[in-house]
T-cell receptor, first 113, second 112 residues
Framework: DAKTTQPPSMDCAEGRAANLPCNHS???????VYWYRQIHSQGPQYIIH???NNETNEMASLIITEDRKSSTLILPHATLRDTAVYYC??????????????FGSGTQLTVLP | GAVVSQHPSWVICKSGTSVKIECRSL??????MFWYRQFPKQSLMLMAT?????????EQGVEKDKFLINHASLTLSTLTVTSAHPEDSSFYIC????????FGPGTRLLVL
């Protein structure tokens, strides 16, 4: 699976949009971009995933560049409860048999009051 | 999203004892479950892949005789830490895969 690069930390003001970048310049054609987050002392929580189109769900939006070498996770109105480590993971395939996720260091997002 | 539970949420045991951790997918069937370990201030490290009805696949450096994995049904996988030692103290997290991988809340193990 392709390696990802994320900034180690970011701050965001409560109520503002949080934009978390991720570089995955070696991504291959069948690899999806997944985003998870881990709030302190809890298991990771699935946020969103995508292949090449932008995606949106009730939690966030995922913007993938046209060349797929980078992506941005957008939390439209950050709250204090969104403070967590956010992981961007690239993994091949989506349907069918399960595939492994390799966690990097992630981005520590701190939402400030 | 789908719900994965773990039991117990935390456990304290004496060195040399064995500890069993259960991972259940509550509202879906999971042919594959994964076990991770996370040390303080570090990221999750995959320990093993558990497939229902077959032997688990362990990552390099993970002792299969120490970390016994059983995946007897499509909703339950267990991790047994045998003869636990203080260095096994960690946060153990399982995940179950439908199409997307969903994680349990984790089990914190402290070996005295």
């Amino acid at each position: 699976d392709a390696k990802t690069t994320q900034p180690p930390s970011m701050d965001c003001a409560e109520g503002r949009a949080a934009n978390l970048p991720c570089n995955h310049s070696t991504i291959s054609g069948n690899e999806y971009v997944y985003w998870y987050r881990q709030i302190h002392s809890q298991g990771p929580q699935y946020i969103i995933h995508g292949l090449k189109n932008n995606e949106t769900n009730e939690m966030a939006s995922l913007i993938i560049t046209e060349d797929r070498k980078s992506s941005t996770l957008i939390l439209p109105h950050a709250t204090l409860r969104d403070t967590a480590v956010y992981y961007c993971i690239v993994s091949s395939g989506h349907s069918g048999s399960a595939r492994q996720l390799t966690f990097g260091s992630g981005t520590q997002l701190t939402v400030l009051p | 999203g789908a719900v994965v539970s773990q039991h117990p949420s935390w456990v304290i045991c004496k060195s040399g004892t064995s500890v069993k951790i259960e991972c259940r997918s509550l509202d879906f069937q999971a042919t594959t479950m994964f076990w991770y370990r996370q040390f303080p201030k570090q990221s999750l490290m995959l320990m093993a892949t558990s497939n229902e009805g077959s032997k688990a696949t362990y990552e390099q450096g993970v002792e299969k005789d120490k970390f016994l994995i059983n995946h007897a049904s499509l909703t339950l996988s267990t991790l047994t830490v045998t003869s636990a030692h203080p260095e096994d103290s960690s946060f153990y997290i399982c995940s179950a895969s439908e199409e997307t991988q969903y994680f349990g809340p984790g089990t914190r193990l402290l070996v005295l």
